[in-house]
C-alpha cells in the first residue's frame, strides 16, 4: 500500500511530464496504428515500415530471434562471416522479448514505436531539467527534440510550406527509426546526464569511483552504436580540457579517470574494428561494402548547424566580459549556468571533424542528425526559454506555447506526410502475409528465397529465412562478384539483353541503383554526390560481367548459390515470366503470387 501511495505521488508530481511523453509517443505510433485501423479486415499484420534503414534493423533483431547471432542476416553462404563493424547488443535484447512474449518482431518494434520515444522524452526531460533547473524550460526543451528534428532540417522554408500544405515527407519522425536512434537514444541522454553529473561534482558524482563508473558507461556505448559512443567520449575529452583551461583540478582528475576507464572497457571494441580502419583503401572485392562508411579525407566539414548557438555564446561571453551594463550581467549568469551547453556544441564540431586529424570520415551524417541537431534544438531551446523569461508572464506562457504549438503541428504534418506516401504500398504488401506464412511453415530452416527487391527485404523479417539477394545485403562483408550477382539476375528478369545493356545500365537511375546494390553506394555519394558516381571504368567493367552472366544460362546462374524457392509477384513483376522450366515446380498459388521449388 505504501509503494501505491508512493507511486500515485510521483505520479502526481510530474503529471505534465507523463501527458507530454503519452503525447509524443502516440504522434510517432499515430500513422502505425491508423494504418491497422484504416484496414480492417483488410490488415493482415505487414506494418508500415520505412523509417531509413528500418528494414535493415528489423531483419536483424528477427534474425537474432529465429536462428541466434549470425554474422550476415541476408546471404546464407556468409551466416558465419563476423561483421566487426557492428555490435547487436540493443538487437539481442529485443529479440530475447520478442520470443520471451511470443510476438512477432514487426509487432514488437511496432510497440516500441510508442515506448521508445515516450521513454526518451522522459530521460530527455531529466538531462535538460539538470542542465536549467526549471521543470517548465526542461518540458519545452524535451519537446523540441522529440517533435523539432524536421524543423531544424527543414530550416525557416518549412513554416510557410507548413501552413501552405506544401510539406512532403517520405521519411517519419527521427525516432520512428527503430534501434539507432530510437532505443539506443535513450542510453545516449542517460550517458549525458551522467557525464553532466560528473561534470558538476556534486554528492556522489564528485569522486574517482563514480568517474571510473562514468567512464565505463561511456565506453560501454561502443557495444551500441558508434557514433553514441564516439561524441560523449569526445566530451569527456572536452571537459577534461575545459577543466584544466579553468584550474578546476578536481574535476580535471575525474575526467582523467573517466577517459582511462572509457578506453579499458572499449578494449575488445578497439581490437575488433582496427583491422577495419588501417586498412587500405576500398579494394573493389571485400573492401567497398565493408568500408562502405569510410572516405578518406581531411576536408573540414563546417557544421554549420550548431555554430549559429556557439556564435551566440562567443558573444554572451564577450558581453559578460566587457560590459558593464546590466545586459553583462545577465551574460555573464547565463555563460556560466549554461556552460555545459557550449561544451556540448563544441564537441559535435569536434566529432563532425575527426576526419581531419584521423584522414577517415565515417559517415558524418549521422553526427548530424542524431547527435548535432538535438544538441541545437537543446541549446536553441534553452536561449529561447531564458529569453521569454524576461518578458511578462502572460506573454511568456503564449510565446512558449506558441512554439510548441507549432512543432507538434509540423511534426504530425511528417507524420501525415510520410503516411500518404507509403500507405498504398503497404496496402499492397497485405497479400505478401500469406506467403509469408507458407514459407514460416513449410521452408525448415537455413532456406534461401529469390525475389524481387521489395520482397527480398521483407522476407527476413517475416519468416526464418535467407534471401538470394537486397539492398541492405550489400552493408555485409560480402564480396562484390556475389553480389553483382544478385543484380544481373534482376537484370536478367527484367529481360535486360547484352544488346541493351550498356543503354539500359547508363540511365543515371539505373546507374544510381546499379551502385546501390553493388557497393552500397554510401561511399561513393560521400565522395561525389550520387550512388552511382564510381569510376567510368569500374561501370564497363561491370557491363562486360553482365554480358558475360548472360552467356550461362537461367538454371546455370540460378544455381550457382544456393536458391530453394522462387517467390514471383505476377503484379508487380509480369515479365519474369518463369513458366515452363523444368527444375522450378510450384507449390504455392495466390493473391497473383506463386511461389516455386528450385529442383
Request: proline fraction near 4%; charged fraction near 15%; hydrophobic fraction near 50%.
Amino acid at each position: 500500500m505504501h509503494h501505491l501511495r508512493s507511486s500515485m505521488e510521483v505520479i502526481k508530481r510530474h503529471h505534465l511530464v507523463l501527458s507530454f511523453a503519452l503525447i509524443v509517443g502516440l504522434i510517432y505510433v499515430g500513422p502505425y496504428l491508423f494504418f491497422a485501423y484504416h484496414l480492417g479486415a483488410g490488415y493482415q499484420g505487414i506494418n508500415i515500415t520505412r523509417a531509413p534503414d528500418e528494414e535493415g534493423y528489423l531483419t536483424i533483431v528477427n534474425s537474432l530471434a529465429r536462428r541466434g547471432i549470425v554474422g550476415d542476416p541476408y546471404i546464407f553462404e556468409y551466416r558465419d562471416l563476423g561483421n566487426n563493424v557492428n555490435y547487436y547488443s540493443i538487437e539481442y535484447f529485443l529479440a530475447a522479448t520478442a520470443n520471451a512474449f511470443h510476438v512477432m518482431v514487426p509487432d514488437l518494434i511496432l510497440g516500441l514505436k510508442f515506448l521508445a520515444p515516450a521513454v526518451l522524452f522522459g530521460v530527455v526531460y531529466l538531462f535538460t531539467l539538470e542542465l536549467m533547473g526549471s521543470s517548465g524550460g526542461a518540458l519545452f526543451v524535451a519537446l523540441l527534440v522529440l517533435l523539432g528534428n524536421e524543423v531544424a532540417r527543414t530550416g525557416l522554408a518549412a513554416i510557410p510550406a507548413l501552413f501552405s500544405g506544401t510539406v512532403a515527407s517520405t521519411d517519419f519522425l527521427t525516432y520512428a527509426r527503430p534501434v539507432n536512434p530510437a532505443e539506443s537514444s535513450i542510453l545516449f541522454f542517460a550517458v549525458l546526464w551522467l557525464i553532466l553529473k560528473l561534470y558538476k561534482g556534486e554528492r556522489k558524482f564528485g569522486s574517482l569511483p563514480a568517474a571510473a563508473a562514468v567512464g565505463f558507461a561511456v565506453g560501454a556505448m561502443s557495444y551500441i552504436y558508434f557514433y553514441f559512443w564516439a561524441f560523449p567520449l569526445i566530451l569527456c575529452g572536452v571537459v577534461l580540457l575545459y577543466d584544466l583551461f579553468t584550474r578546476n583540478k578536481e574535476g580535471a582528475k575525474r575526467f582523467f579517470v573517466a577517459l582511462a576507464a572509457s578506453a579499458f572497457a572499449a578494449v575488445p571494441f578497439f581490437f575488433n574494428t582496427a583491422a577495419l580502419f588501417l586498412a587500405p583503401p576500398a579494394n573493389g572485392d571485400f573492401g567497398a561494402p565493408l568500408q562502405k562508411a569510410f572516405t578518406r579525407t581531411h576536408q573540414i566539414i563546417p557544421e554549420k548547424t550548431i555554430l549559429l548557438p556557439l556564435v551566440v555564446f562567443a558573444v554572451l561571453y564577450a558581453l559578460w566580459k566587457y560590459s558593464k551594463e546590466k545586459w553583462g550581467e545577465e551574460a555573464g549568469r547565463f555563460v556560466k549556468k549554461y556552460a555545459f551547453v557550449a561544451l556540448l556544441l563544441i564537441t559535435g564540431i569536434i566529432a563532425s571533424n575527426e576526419q581531419v586529424i584521423t584522414g577517415i570520415e565515417v559517415q558524418q551524417h549521422h553526427f548530424h542528425f542524431y547527435t548535432n541537431i538535438p544538441m541545437l534544438l537543446i541549446a536553441v531551446g534553452i536561449m529561447v526559454y531564458e529569453l521569454v523569461r524576461l518578458i511578462p508572464h502572460w506573454w511568456r506562457v503564449t510565446a512558449l506555447g506558441g512554439i510548441s504549438l507549432f512543432v507538434v503541428t509540423f511534426a504530425i504534418q511528417i507524420q501525415a506526410s510520410s503516411y500518404a506516401a507509403w500507405k498504398q504500398d503497404f496496402i499492397s504488401y497485405q497479400r505478401y502475409a500469406p506467403v509469408f506464412s507458407w514459407l514460416r511453415l513449410n521452408s525448415g530452416t537455413d532456406t534461401v528465397v529469390y525475389a524481387d527487391q521489395t520482397m527480398s527485404e521483407m522476407i527476413p523479417i517475416y519468416t526464418q529465412d535467407y534471401t538470394y539477394g537486397s539492398l541492405h545485403a550489400a552493408a555485409y562483408p560480402v564480396p562484390v562478384v556475389r553480389l553483382e550477382h544478385n543484380y544481373f539476375m534482376t537484370l536478367f528478369l527484367r529481360g535486360v539483353t547484352k544488346d541493351d545493356a550498356l543503354v539500359y545500365l547508363s540511365d543515371p537511375e539505373h546507374r544510381n541503383e546499379m551502385g546501390q546494390y553493388i557497393f552500397e553506394g554510401q561511399y561513393w555519394k560521400d565522395m561525389c554526390g550520387s550512388y552511382g558516381c564510381f569510376p567510368d571504368a569500374t561501370f564497363k567493367s561491370l557491363v562486360n560481367d553482365y554480358v558475360s552472366f548472360l552467356g550461362n544460362s537461367f538454371e546455370t546462374n540460378l544455381k550457382e548459390y544456393k536458391v530453394n524457392y522462387i517467390v514471383w509477384d505476377m503484379a508487380n513483376d509480369p515479365e519474369w515470366n518463369l513458366g515452363g522450366y523444368v527444375f522450378l515446380k510450384e507449390v504455392y498459388s495466390g493473391e497473383q503470387i506463386k511461389i516455386f521449388k528450385v529442383n
